[in-house]
Every structure is written in C-alpha cells, then in structure tokens.
C-alpha cells in the first residue's frame, strides 16, 4: 500500500502514525512546503516570549521519521493531483503515486488587505520562520501594533510584551477574543492585559500601514496614527485549498469530509485546518481550525487509510489558553443566536473570574469560563456527547461540580468512535 | 496494562491516598520536609463527592486513546506504547490548559505555581528508583480499598456489584 500525506503538521504526524500502528511496511510518503521537522505550530508565540527555544517545539524526537519508516519530502509544495493516474505533483515536477492521499495543507494566515503590508517590518504570525523574523525585528525595535484581537493577535501580543516591546492591540470589533469568548469574558481579558502594560483599542481598524521601506506606523480608521517598526496581522486564518481548487474534491471553505475524513473521492481523505467537518454544538458544517481537532481527524484518518474503520462525530469548538497566567476556556457555542437558548452567568470581574453556561433545551450547548481551568472536559464531554444535564443544570455552575455528578449521565461510547466525546464503558464500570 | 482500582464500598473517604500521591511527587519524599516545600508538592489523585453522597475517586484512566495526547499542542504528553501509561513531559508542558479542557474525566489539572499539567504517573518514579511495587495510594490506603492491578483481575478483589469506579 502506498500513501501519501501532504502536510506535517497535527494532522499529518497523527496520520503517520495511526497507519503505523495499523500497517507496518506500506510506503509512506509525507510531503510539506515548510523545510522543518514537524513543530508544534501554536507554541511559536512561547517562542516570540522567549520562554522556549526552536528546539524545543520539535513534535517529535530526533529520528522518528527513520523510526516510523517514513520517507519525508520538507520544502516542497504539492501543486496538482492528477486523479487518472492517481499522483500528486510537486512544485519541482516530481510526481508521487499513492494508493491513499491525505490532504493535510492546514490553513494560512489572513492578509490585511491594506496599503503597506508588504513593508519590512510587517508580519503574520504562523510559522517558525515569521517568529525567526519578529524576534530578529524585535532587537532593533521599541514599539509594536497588532493587528486583531483574536487568538493569534493576543498571543503575539503576549510575546512581544515577553519580550519587553510596547505593544497595541488594535482591534475592530468592540472586544477581544470575539470568535470565541462572549463580552463579560473578553471584558475580563482585556483588563489582564492591560493590568500587564498592553494597550488595547477596541472598535478601530488600520486603514493603511506607512513606512519608508520600513513600517514607521498604522493609519487608523478613525484618521489617527500610531507609530511602530513591528506590525502583526492576526486576521484569522483561510485553508489552503490551492491543490483542490477546480478539481472534482467538492469543497466549501475547506474540504468537505465524511464521518471517515474522506472526501468525496475515494481513497483522498483531508484532516486538519484545511478539512471541514459537522460541528457537535452547532451541528452546523465548519472548520474548527484547532491544534486537537487537527490531531483527531489525522489519527482517524490514518486509520481509516490503513483499513481500520474509526468514526469521526464531528469537531467542536475548544479552546484553552492561558494569558499572563489568566486561565480562559471556551466550548461550544459561547454566543447563541435563535431560539431555545438559556445562558447562566456567574461574574466576579473584581477577581478576574467569569463564567457563562449556554443551555440548549435538555443539553448544554456552550461553555465560557475565564479564571479556572477546572473540570473544562468533563464540559466539553457534556457538550460534545449531548447528554440530557436537565437533572444537573444546578449544580454545573457549582464550584465543586465534577465528573463524579455528572458520570451517570454520559451516553456511552458508540461502536468505532475513537475518543473524546463520550466514556469507554472500560474506563468507567459500575 | 495495571491500573489503579477503588472499592467504594470499603473507602472511608479518609483521604490519606491524596496526601500519599502528594508525598510521592515532592521532592524529598518526607512528609516534614514535603509540607515545607516551595513549590507545594501536589496530588493528583483526588476524592470527588457524587450527587447522590458517596465519594467518588477521580485518577487519570490512562485510556486506550487519550483525548489529552491529542489536545496536547506541545507534543508533552505521550503514551508509552510499551506500559500504556501515558504520561507528562514536564520539560515541554507549557501549562496551557487543553489536556485538562480535554480530558472528560477532569482527571488533569495545571499546577498553579510551576505552571505545568499534573496527572497520575501511577509513581513510576518511585517504582522504577526505590523498586516499590505499587503506586503511592494504593501502598498507603487503610483500608485496602486501593489496588493495583489487571481490569480482568478485579473480580479477585472485589465482588463485582461493589465496584462502583475507581
């Protein structure tokens, strides 16, 4: 059997080594545009705070790639699949058959898409060679802007104020962090970055970055400036469909993959921020561009590729990070939208704690929780395995809730579903 | 792979496996010393009180596939495919919270000082340096409520109405 996995990242090592444990002596393949061994992509702004080095975001240890008997193709880019001959195409011309393909090309950073971003000194927030170029910039540079009040702008904003710049976050919505937490946490937030000396400006947006050459600032959309010698842009991310564009792999905003992560091609399977997949909250078809769903749908693709049948549910929204030593969590859907929906809030601003419980009818469908990482999966697991919680709403907002008050109530794993979103009857008994 | 088992029927809640986990991951492993130390060693076994009254012990599984390996960003958890155990890296963990978002048992949680995911290692340590033959808990239990042992096993432990979790 020969397969072939472009992308190393998440979905691509997960992959690998799902098949691995299935097939030990068909010929795999991996092939990525990026020239390094896999890294773990969301520590780079660890890396931009200085608080861990390049070598420490190696996945893997040395040698595995030779261990797991993997031929590894880094640097180049897949350009063409050629469906006939069932062959992918690289941008050196060299063409690699394949029996199964995973498409795991992940997903880029957003441009601006305003004057001046393409001056030195203006960067995305992605890979270990923008972080490489920030923290050369940072040496020579005083006072930085982010762009973007997501996921991405806040952490580069915690590196670069690591790292002892000054830095603003100017964002365009009225609150930080609006894909994923609601006002009363993201009010929260904002404070504990701005107790930690980062500035924030809230409902503003660049309309063009100036310089010489060099970034000398942001144009704001209200005519103000700020001056600064390091932009980030943290816009969000778009899958990198180049290699499906206009061919028969149907896609939405990503490639649309069955419960098995394979397309609607036989045998081409997609995982990772490129792949979209049910959404267990929402039921809604989504990307959910995260490190875990990433590394999920890669190792159920990887068996599935190998023969050995894996279910996936469907990904959910789930993020855990942590700022300044602020714990914040969010699941599911943190902001309902339509009928039916019941939140309850829980909000101590003065000890920088905050928690909101969204309700769907019997089943809790949201969780937002700012101060505590407590007990974050068994919440998940409540969402993601859509138990009846009617008996329980009062005591999950307790405190003391956790899994023993919960654990009669969880469905049980389902025949082929490999993990997470409800209990092996062999792991819990009784 | 052994595991770590509780009879509820028998515990009496007394709490001495929680400070014997505790004991067993501090650094001088004297309970004198171990109270005085900064950072304040931690357990990561832990009694949960159910709804309906009775305790309840919550443990990492070491499941067959941990949901914690796969939310893991820095690639610091690992399941050792030899023993099963899964276990924490604590030179890569950079405390940021998805094992324990993860984990739908709340077995992990983030040490608030070293910043770092704590779980149970079922005291490999302590097995593998001092040559004990059990983890921490199960050695120091009162009542024998704790075993350590093979899931198909526990029919010679316990009987199996009482076995309520573990």
Redo the contacts between chains.
Sequence with gaps: MKYLIIGNC?AGI?ALEAIREVDKTGRVTVVSDEPFPAY????IS?YLAG??TEA?L???PKGHYNLMNVNTILGKRAVKIDFKNRMVILDDDRRLDFDKLLIATGASAKPLGAEGENLKGCFKFRTIEDTRNIIEMCKETKDAVVLGGGLIGLKAAYGLKKRGLNVKIIIKSGQVMSQIVDKGGAEIIKRQFEKNGVEILTGLAAKKIFGNGKVHGAELDNGQSVKCEIIIIGKGVDSNLDLVKNTEIKTHWGILSNNKMETNIKDIFAAGDVAETIDLATGEPTINAL??AA??QG?IAGFNMAGKPRIYEGSCA?????FF?L?V?S?GIHRPQGEGFQEVISNQPEKFRYKKLVFKQNRLAGVVIVGD??????F??LIKSKADVSG?KD?LMED?F????M?DI?PKKKEGV???T???A????? | MKKIYCNLDTCLACKTCELACALAHSESKDLESAIKESPKPKQRIRLQKTAKGPVYLLQCRHCEEPACILACMSAAMSKDPKTGLVRVDEKKCVGCGMCVMACPYGALIIDDEKKISLKCDHCIMLLEKIGKKEAACVAACPTKTLVFCEFDDLKNQFAPKKLTGY
């Design positions: 998440a997960h773990c992509r969301c520590l660890y608080t861990r420490d190696e996945m893997r490190w875990s590394a999920e190792r789930e993020n855990a990070v942590e030593g714990p969590i699941l990482f407590k007990n974050a999966g068994v998940l697991s329980i005591i003391s956790d899994y023993s008050k654990k969880i490999l993990i997470t409800t209990i092996d062999k792991e819990i008994f009784g």
